[in-house]
């Protein structure tokens, strides 16, 4: 059992090391060595867990992005409030990941047209699960009638969700002029009035 904690402690330490190196380096800049020596452990411990650099990428990308689904486990129609208030989970979470992990999110947007292949699988792929969720309240709503009917789900997850990466983009610029959280609220209610009966 220890052995198998020590295993788990030191694959994380890996992921966190990848994080702040893709980070800092982007994909190009960083290397399997310096992720290493972030983590203090030697390369061999490092591709034990993990084959090769682009799967490093692609689990610590992965692993930053499953850390709030959990918006969607107990939401409710009940209600417009209800639905108000997942929604407004939902942006909050996303913001708050956004922000988490900003320094990640501007390499991608530097690195978009260098490496536009394998970071669209990533991203697609961190993203999938609680974007199909979140597209699927949306439907859900629209049949409780709480969304206008010919909304299309797809586009407006997708709007609300590219407001919240302009914020954080922006927010170097605009932290002195309003906070994030007044931020979060103000897109939420914009969605929300666009999207409601």
Not at 44 to 70: C, D, H, I, M, P
Not at 154 to 161: I, K, V, Y
């Amino acid at each position: 059992m220890q052995v198998c904690t020590c295993m788990k402690e030191t694959r994380e330490r890996i992921l966190e090391a990848a994080l702040k190196v893709f980070s800092r380096d982007g994909i190009s800049g960083a290397t399997t060595r310096e992720i290493a020596r972030v983590a203090k452990v030697n390369e061999v411990t490092l591709f034990r867990s993990f084959k090769n650099k682009n799967e490093l990428l692609r689990q610590a990308v992965l692993g930053s992005a499953s850390r709030y689904e959990q918006v969607f486990a107990e939401a409710s129609l009940e209600s417009t409030e209800d639905f108000r208030r997942t929604v407004r989970s939902y942006a909050q979470a996303s913001a708050n990941k956004l922000s988490e992990n900003a320094d990640l999110v501007r390499t991608f947007m530097g690195e978009l047209n260098r490496h536009l292949k394998l970071w669209r699988s990533l991203f697609a792929e961190a993203a999938k699960s609680s974007r199909q969720k979140f597209i699927a309240y949306l439907k859900a709503g629209q049949k409780a009638g709480l969304v206008r009917a010919d909304l299309d789900a797809e586009t407006a997850a997708d709007a609300l969700t590219g407001m919240l990466l302009a914020g954080m983009l922006r927010s170097p610029l605009t932290d002195s002029f309003y906070t994030n959280k007044r931020y979060v609220e103000t897109c939420v209610a914009l969605f929300l009035k666009g999207i409601e009966r």
